[in-house]
Nanobody, 128 residues
């Protein structure tokens, strides 16, 4: 079973940047679609960004377009979420997820039900 683990969260001020990392274990990690989700207190979990196995297909929710960038380094089995111009409304627990059953799929996708391996989450707090 492929496992994922997030790192890189923290407390920052509005306008600051932060980079989250998601590392996948096992031999197939570089072949899998990966997505970042977030959940703020009292709110439902929502997709933030998604990426296919070779970085040629990505998705961003509207509120982060132009500020966040998802990318991957398959040599390191790591997917990154670079977050710039952070806003207080970006405050949430950020989760990385991988679909371990779908290798080499050409498109990124956004439904949480399609991802079966989830990390523990990392807290991102944006506050002055």
């Amino acid at each position: 079973q492929v496992q994922v683990a997030e790192s890189g969260g923290g407390l920052v001020q509005p306008g600051d940047s932060l980079r989250l990392s998601c590392t996948t274990s096992g031999d197939t990690g570089s072949s899998l679609p990966v997505a970042w989700f977030r959940q703020a207190p009292g709110k439902e979990r929502e997709i933030v960004a998604a990426i296919n196995y070779n970085d040629r297909s990505t998705y961003y929710r509207d509120s982060v377009k132009g500020r966040f960038t998802i990318s991957r380094d398959n040599a390191k089995n790591t997917v990154y979420l670079q977050m710039n111009s952070l806003k207080p409304e970006d405050t949430a627990v950020y989760y990385c997820a991988a679909d371990t059953a779908t290798l080499f799929y050409p498109l990124a996708y956004t439904s949480p039900e399609e991802y079966d391996s989830w990390g523990q989450g990392t807290q991102v707090t944006v506050s002055s």
